[in-house]
């Protein structure tokens, strides 16, 4: 089977800028971020963009000032190829041309050989904001864990798609935007319009085919 999630939604954006990826990682180009389109286990799909350097900055930029409380992301984790979810994610917005922090996420390296998986994150805000341009900043693994073939060296960061929210979402409002389309593959677990049994973000979507669905 092929796993995969996918999203939809979210305040419409103008521009993601950042730091170009690694050549051999690179996606889909500009659209990679924003195209609500699942990410997949293999870091070859063209749902990727792969770093590796120290700080990435995001910044999304809307077509007016409005209201935000949360900003999703998701990325990629595969230990066998040296990619590591970060350090640290910080979320930072524009207040009258002054960027200030809004909220910030820490990462813990588990022990687990085999571990890969895609996952969403959210980072909500302490209020709502009013703006129009958003930066996450994300540290990626500074210092691969000496349990892991590559210690002490740098950790790769794929990430897949980029979201901002005028809602703080909670568990069951991020599930309700990783549902299944009608036009994908038979999706094995969960069942489509199915309500969130285990805490998100455990639950990844299971499909009966190594075909993937290209948008919800």
């Known amino acids: 089977t092929e796993q995969a999630i996918f999203m939809k939604e979210g305040i419409p954006v103008k521009s993601i800028e950042h730091p170009a990826p690694d050549a051999k990682?690179?996606?889909?180009?500009?659209?990679?971020?924003?195209?609500?389109?699942?990410?997949?286990l293999s870091l070859q799909s063209k749902t990727w963009l792969g770093f590796l350097m120290d700080t990435i900055t995001f910044t999304i930029a809307v077509n007016k000032k409005q209201a935000v409380q949360s900003v999703l992301f998701q990325l990629l984790q595969d230990y066998n190829s040296w990619i590591f979810f970060p350090d640290k994610a910080e979320v930072y917005c524009n207040m009258d041309g002054v960027m200030q922090k809004q909220g910030e996420m820490f990462f813990a390296k588990v022990e687990n050989k085999d571990t890969k998986l895609v996952q969403p994150f959210v980072i909500p805000f302490?209020?709502?904001?009013?703006?129009?341009?958003?930066q996450l900043r994300i540290y990626t693994c500074s210092k691969i864990p000496d349990w892991h073939a590559?210690?002490?060296?740098?950790?790769?960061?794929?990430?897949?798609?980029?979201?901002?929210?005028?809602?703080?979402?909670?568990?069951?409002?991020?599930?309700?935007?990783?549902k299944a389309t009608t036009t994908a593959p038979t999706l094995l677990f969960?069942?489509?319009?199915?309500?969130?049994?285990?805490?998100?973000?455990?639950?990844?979507?299971?499909w009966d085919s190594t075909v993937t669905a290209t948008s919800y």
């Open 25 to 40: 990682y690179s996606g889909d180009g500009g659209k990679t971020l924003n195209d609500n389109k699942g990410g997949i």
């Open 126 to 134: 302490g209020k709502t904001v009013r703006t129009d341009l958003v």
């Open 150 to 178: 590559g210690k002490g060296q740098k950790g790769w960061l794929f990430i897949d798609e980029l979201k901002i929210y005028d809602i703080p979402l909670t568990d069951q409002q991020v599930w309700e935007r990783y």
């Open 190 to 206: 969960p069942g489509n319009d199915s309500t969130l049994i285990n805490p998100w973000p455990t639950v990844i979507l299971d």
